[in-house]
């Protein structure tokens, strides 16, 4: 999944990004909410997480604008603001969730997870397809119910396919989901990972569309590893 945080407190965003690294996912974080606006339009993340107290652009204000352009990307604040008129008026705006500073860093995930889940339509964390399942809390990966060991990328690559089964996911967008704005990716940085995952679990697990990108197969439609 990947994540961006608008945040203007140095601390505070270092510590949550850090976190959300350790937790495996990406993270593009800006800190003002002009910058936090730009990025939400040019698109790509999964959730955003957002300070309502922010130089440049108010956060109500980022959200609104952002739902008045069209963008459905779900919005977790984070805010200081504790009276319930301020919390109204976020979530009014269009604001998903909302957790007030100061907050345990493992409720943020729990959060982030539901956010996950309503978005997936799914009533469990767990993500299961056919004999793979992803536990995003473990950070673990089982195939018929004997674990996997992923590298962190890996693991990132094979969450957000089985995430998005049933679609063609783009180099472009799976190298977003890994690297983020890194940039330097090695061109076959990809290609590799998912040679591991193919390897690691079962080759056609991930099918290639040529000259497109990767998708997961729906699991009634897809071949599963012979037994
Ligand atoms: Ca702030």
Redesign the pocket.
């Known amino acids: 999944m990947r994540i961006l945080l608008v945040?203007?407190?140095e601390l505070l965003g270092e510590g949550i990004r850090d976190a959300l690294v350790r937790g495996h996912y990406t993270v593009e974080w800006v800190r003002d909410g002009l910058q936090g606006l730009a990025a939400i339009r040019a698109g790509g993340f999964d959730i955003v997480v957002l300070?309502l107290?922010?130089p440049r652009l108010d956060g109500v204000e980022v959200i609104r604008r952002a739902r008045e352009g069209g963008d459905a990307t779900p919005v977790l604040v984070l805010s200081a603001r504790d009276t319930p008129e301020q919390r109204i008026a976020g979530l009014d705006a269009g604001a998903d969730d909302y957790l007030i500073k100061p907050f345990d860093i493992g409720e943020l995930f729990a959060r982030l997870r539901a956010l996950g889940r309503r978005q997936r339509g799914a009533a469990s964390n767990l993500m299961v397809h056919g004999p793979v399942s992803i536990d995003p809390v473990a950070l673990s990966v089982t195939l018929a119910g004997q674990p996997v060991v992923l590298q962190r990328r890996e693991f990132m690559l094979l969450s957000k396919l089985v995430e998005s089964t049933g679609q063609v996911l783009s180099r472009r967008q799976l190298e977003e989901t890994l690297y983020g704005w890194e940039g330097d990716v090695e061109s076959n940085a990809l290609d590799v990972h998912i040679h591991n995952l193919r390897k690691k679990l079962y080759p056609e697990l991930i099918r290639t569309i040529r000259g497109v990108g990767y998708t997961v197969d729906p699991p009634d439609q897809a071949d599963l590893p012979q037994a």
């Open positions: 945040e203007d407190d300070d107290g922010l």
